[in-house]
């Protein structure tokens, strides 16, 4: 994709984000300052996402460049009024999976867009329903590892997210943690008025 000289910068560590990116053939280099994730109590939904967002682009306030735009994101699961994270340690992962199962939930990712004058914000939800899981397939799953670094402690791509989803509603990218054609059509936006 022709950028027009816009140096795109995502402050990402998640390798998925980053291979959707490379999928969207937007050249792109990555830099990430970590920040501690945290958003006060009153806050719902996709305002936490979004708050999160705001937080991680906050480091790059000072720092961007005129022909530079830093792309933030941010993915929670939203379950019953309560904000589900990556999980703590295997103990939260299997709280977490518990409090899923048999349930419809949102998987909400905010995507910040900061450049030298102006920031932005877009989020999408999607909804995942799970069917029942036990115990053992949860247990089974968390020692493969890959809950971890996901929030809600699931990755759909997983085998786990594979045999356990029943169905899905909105961006299936979203869920993974990045909802690839609303940034893909921002990114075009941005890049059209440079």
Not at 15 to 30: A, C, G, V
Not at 70 to 75: L, N, Q, R, V
């Amino acid at each position: 994709m022709e950028t027009k000289g816009l140096n795109i910068i995502l402050a990402s560590g998640s390798p998925r984000r980053q291979r959707f990116f490379e999928e969207m053939d937007i050249p792109f280099s990555l830099k990430v300052i970590p920040v501690v994730e945290e958003f006060p109590d009153n806050l719902k939904g996709a305002e936490i996402a979004q708050h999160i967002v705001k937080q991680k682009a906050a480091p790059f306030q000072d720092l961007v460049k005129d022909n530079e735009l830093i792309i933030t994101a941010d993915t929670i699961v939203w379950n019953k009024n309560q904000c589900f994270g990556k999980p703590l340690d295997a103990k939260n992962a299997m709280q977490l999976l518990l409090s899923l199962s048999n349930t419809t939930h949102q998987v909400i990712t905010a995507v910040g867009f900061l450049q030298k004058h102006k920031w932005e914000c877009i989020h999408e939800i999607s909804e995942v329903t799970f069917g029942p899981l036990s115990e053992t397939e949860i247990q089974n799953y968390i020692e493969t590892g890959s809950p971890m670094d996901k929030a809600g402690a699931y990755g759909i791509q997983d085998s786990f997210g594979t045999l356990n989803i029943r169905s899905i509603s909105g961006s299936y990218s979203n869920i993974i943690g990045l909802p690839v054609t609303q940034v893909l059509e921002k990114i075009k936006e941005i890049i059209q008025v440079q």
